[in-house]
């Protein structure tokens, strides 16, 4: 009889992305780009050009964007990388319900972005000092970037689910972030009609809208509290699909049949 | 004066631009926003201007990238202006209203004066920047150096 223990399914998952996984690689990468970013911000004569909380608001938002990155990275591998490598199916003959082991994977690929969190937090310390600005910074990070992290970290998961090869699975995540991704850098897309209703949709563009507007236009928490309609959104959809169909999602093939 | 003279009189009274605030302080690069209301207004175009009073060259474009608005006709419309100090010193920031007809109205002069900011500790930074990569790089060796001892 299976068993609905996804904490055992999402512990042994942590495990092999920690202890010897690629995990800590990936990290390590995260945090010298932080390293560069950070250095050039406070010495660079061109970036330094920046207000303090500008370079907060930089940091956290290069943090979010690369964290998310990896978080979908690690779930885009978690079904159709087991299949690739033939271990899925020990997997599926473990006492462990189906939705478990669904539920399980995007935990563990959401440990990712909890690293990546509290990487970035000594370098939001170190610019934010003086303006009161690191603690908010970091309060942000965790709330957004976890419902983003968590929406789009289980776009991977479907994308893994659907897919046989490995290589097809995190393509269409690297695809599908960067479709995300590129709308947030024409800086006068919120301010058009058109590309509010793209900023309010793009459930990352949203995100570090709403974070902006707190950190550098120092609005209140609530003031473009709708811009975060659309992370919650995706994060409940997303999750609820993946619960619901987690049964037919974990099959030794992929497809529903 | 009868009742129609008095709401000639109020029609057609020039339109009047007030501003929330008379004086800001900031530090450069700092953003900024601005309210102004403008009363007894036709249709018209409302502009924000950008003066130094220090004679520094001032790019408009470099302060904001909004500095037109649309004023529909009404007794009262509310506008918001964002704008980010991008030069030091003193500045006079305004609204000036473009009718369809009729000379243009401005509203009174928000004083802006922005100081120098002292930069990024580079001093702080640098112990950051190089620590926590070293921590987490030695981090990863010494785990994978334990998983090779163990396996082997």
Redesign the interface.
């Known amino acids: 009889m299976s068993s609905n223990r996804w904490d055992v399914v999402a512990e042994q998952e942590s495990r092999e992305l920690w202890?010897?996984g690629r995990g800590?690689?990936l990290?390590?990468g995260f945090?010298?780009l932080?390293?560069?970013m950070?250095?050039l911000?406070?010495?660079n004569r061109a970036m330094?050009?920046?207000?303090?909380?500008?370079?907060v608001n930089l940091t956290v938002q290069v943090g979010l964007a690369v964290g998310v990155l990896l978080t979908v990275v690690v779930s885009a591998d978690a079904i159709s990388g087991e299949r690739e490598r033939g271990t899925f199916e020990s997997l599926l003959l473990t006492p462990v319900s189906r939705r478990a082991i669904v539920v399980g994977k995007l935990v563990a690929a959401s440990t990712m972005w909890l690293a990546c969190l509290i990487?970035t937090l000594?370098?939001l310390?170190?610019?934010g000092?003086g303006v009161a600005g690191a603690g908010q910074a970091a309060l942000l990070t965790l709330v957004v970037g976890t419902l983003v992290a968590l929406g789009l970290g289980g776009v991977g998961l479907l994308f893994s689910a659907w897919t046989n090869s490995n290589k097809t699975s995190l393509a269409c995540g690297l695809l599908l972030l960067l479709v995300l991704f590129a709308p947030t850098q024409l800086?006068?897309l919120p301010?058009t009609g058109i590309g509010e209703v793209i900023t309010r949709v793009n459930p990352i563009g949203s995100a570090l809208h709403y974070i902006s507007q707190i950190l550098?236009?120092?609005r209140n928490w609530t003031h473009d509290l709708s811009y975060l309609a659309s992370p919650v959104v995706v994060a409940l959809v997303v999750t609820g699909v993946l619960i619901v169909a987690g049964p037919r999602l974990v099959r030794l093939t992929a497809g529903l049949r | 004066m009868n009742l129609l003279s008095l709401l000639a009189t109020v029609a057609l009274a020039d339109p009047t631009i007030t501003m929330n605030s008379g004086q800001l302080t900031a530090?450069?690069?700092?953003?900024l926003?601005v309210e102004s209301v403008v009363s007894r207004s036709a249709p018209a175009i409302a502009h924000l201007n950008v003066v130094s009073l220090d004679g520094v060259y001032v790019d408009l474009e470099d302060w904001s990238?909004?500095v037109t608005q649309k004023v529909p006709a009404g007794s009262n419309t509310q506008l918001d202006w964002?704008f980010q100090a991008v030069n030091p010193g003193r500045f006079a920031v305004y609204v000036v209203l473009i009718p369809q007809n009729g000379p243009l109205v401005a509203g009174p002069p928000v004083q802006v004066t922005v100081t120098r900011?002292e930069?990024?500790?580079?001093g702080?930074?640098?112990p950051?920047?190089?620590?926590?990569?070293a921590a987490?790089?030695a981090?990863?060796l010494i785990?994978?150096l334990k998983?090779r001892r163990g396996a082997s």
């Open positions: 202890i010897g800590p690689v990290v390590f945090s010298l932080l390293s560069a950070t250095y911000a406070a010495t330094n050009f920046l207000e303090q909380r500008e370079a990487v000594p370098y310390w170190v610019l000092r800086p006068a301010k550098v236009s120092r | 530090v450069i690069g700092q953003t926003t990238q909004d964002e900011r930069t990024l500790d580079t702080a930074t640098l950051v920047a190089i620590a926590v990569p987490l790089g981090a990863t785990g994978r998983l």
